[in-house]
């Protein structure tokens, strides 16, 4: 395994009483380049939203058998006013036989049940009932009304535009059954607009059998941040770090979010990175771009080694599954990412460029398993090219890691948080790559540091393949 094929051409350049000198205090390690130093940036904290005041709940089916009354012979039932099921479905959801001697209890049952079927498949204001009928032929019908929407409006006053909100509502038609799946997907679309806070009203219609949702939009708040500190930091460039991150949210009135972020450790590293997204119908678009510069300390400090990195990325990402309980995203982005490297002793620059295109699923799940827990996973492909701009660093690196030109790597993760008992909870995690060939080490998996194995310091443990799971109570 090569740390870094640019460093070692690098090194290999100085003479051998300056490389003595240097590298005893340095007991011989491969101090981390502009690349490595990109891997220990935390990941961009998520800009929260308010969840949405749904104004409606899910109903739990509840159908509680009862008997008593005069009996009827009946021979068939029949159900009517069902379009979103076959009537067959609904009449084997009753548990109704044939010939059988029934009271009006045992009647309300049946219909009872075929509304917690409706209702067991987010039809939560259908209803079935037993309208006024003869039963002497033996027949008896259930009738069910699904419950549509009779309006669908909006109140907004917020700097959301109309036109983006009545976008992302587009699916609640006036006549569309009301359901869970739709109606929960477009509150939330919604309330993840920045700046913004959603609630609905769902209220008796004029007609029968119609609800008439009301959808309300106030203002959010337009400036959010964060501050973060931490000592999760390379030795050689500071183990302490803090930083921020601010949020102009809804700017434009689209949507928006223009995002500024900032990480130092005041000894050898400062980063910035730039982003700016917004909504374009149900899919996110963004643009960002990244500087990083380090200095090396240390041990390394004999070397004056330095360097700066640049990353201009376009993402998108789209929400297959969007509810309180599931979700699953797909994701697409594309990053070119320039990287120097010095080594003042010497007065050796190397430089190098990549690009990658990698798409991806990313989602989590509330469950009721064993007493409820919460899921998170991801899966992605990368694909891309690694550019070693210098003739003398391509023929080191094609002599000993051979990580220029094209490559892939796959990535993957889950976490799980389980309920044990009262406050008591086990989380565990794993997270592993699997590399098609050398990698780079801003390609590479860190195995050691606060995120992944932390008996290994952080930025000195890499590899182009591997895995990291944890466990904790």
Do not use: C
Not at 75 to 90: H, K
């Amino acid at each position: 395994m090569y740390k870094s094929t640019l460093w070692a051409a690098a090194l290999a350049a100085v003479s051998p009483a300056a490389l003595q000198i240097s590298m005893q205090s340095a007991q011989a390690q491969v101090p981390v380049g502009a690349g490595g130093q990109l891997q220990q940036i935390p990941p961009v904290p998520l800009n929260e939203t308010p969840a949405p005041d749904f104004g409606f709940e899910r109903k739990t089916p509840v159908v509680v058998a009862a008997t008593g009354g005069p009996k009827t012979l009946v021979r068939s039932l029949r159900v009517t006013g069902a379009t979103l099921f076959p009537e067959a479905d609904l009449i084997a959801a009753s548990e109704f036989t044939p010939n059988s001697e029934l009271d009006l209890s045992e009647l309300k049952t049946f219909a009872a049940r075929i509304t917690a079927y409706y209702t067991s498949r987010g039809y939560f204001v259908a209803n079935a009932y037993l309208p006024e009928q003869d039963v002497q032929s033996g027949a008896v019908t259930i009738a069910v009304i699904e419950g549509r929407f009779g309006a669908v409006g909006l109140k907004n006053e917020s700097r959301l535009s109309d036109r983006v909100a009545n976008g992302i509502l587009t699916g609640l038609d006036v006549g569309d059954p009301v359901a869970v799946a739709p109606l929960e997907r477009r509150l939330l679309m919604l309330s993840d607009l920045p700046g913004v806070r959603v609630s609905s009203t769902l209220s008796p219609g004029t007609a029968v059998g119609t609800s008439d949702l009301l959808v309300a939009i106030t203002p959010g708040q337009s400036i959010t941040g964060s501050v973060e500190a931490n000592n999760a930091g390379n030795r050689y460039t500071g183990a302490y770090r803090v930083g921020g991150v601010v949020n102009w949210n809804n700017p434009t009135g689209s949507g928006d979010v223009l995002s500024l972020r900032a990480l130092t450790s005041f000894s050898g590293l400062a980063y910035g990175r730039a982003s700016y997204q917004a909504p374009i119908g149900q899919v996110t678009l963004g643009v960002a771009f990244a500087h990083l510069e380090y200095s090396l300390g240390k041990e390394f400090d004999s070397l004056d080694g330095s360097g700066n990195a640049d990353v201009a990325s376009v993402y998108a990402s789209y929400p297959l599954i969007r509810s309180r309980d599931n979700n699953l995203y797909v994701t697409l982005g594309g990053d070119v990412k320039w990287f120097e490297d010095r080594i003042g002793i010497v007065d050796v620059t190397t430089y190098r460029r990549a690009q990658v295109i990698t798409a991806g699923l990313s989602g989590d799940e509330h469950d009721t398993l064993l007493g409820g827990g919460w899921s998170a996973y991801s899966l992605s492909y990368s694909v891309g090219n690694l550019d070693i701009r210098g003739a003398y660093e391509r023929s080191v690196d094609a002599l000993t890691a051979r990580t220029d030109g094209s490559y892939g790597k796959v990535q993957f993760s889950f976490a799980r948080l389980q309920t044990i008992a009262g406050p008591l909870s086990l989380f565990a995690s794993a997270r592993g790559q699997i590399a098609f060939s050398n990698l780079d080490i801003s390609e590479k998996m860190e195995l050691g540091g606060a995120y992944a194995v932390r008996a290994y310091p952080e930025g000195e443990a890499y590899g182009d393949q591997g895995y990291v799971a944890t466990a904790e109570a």
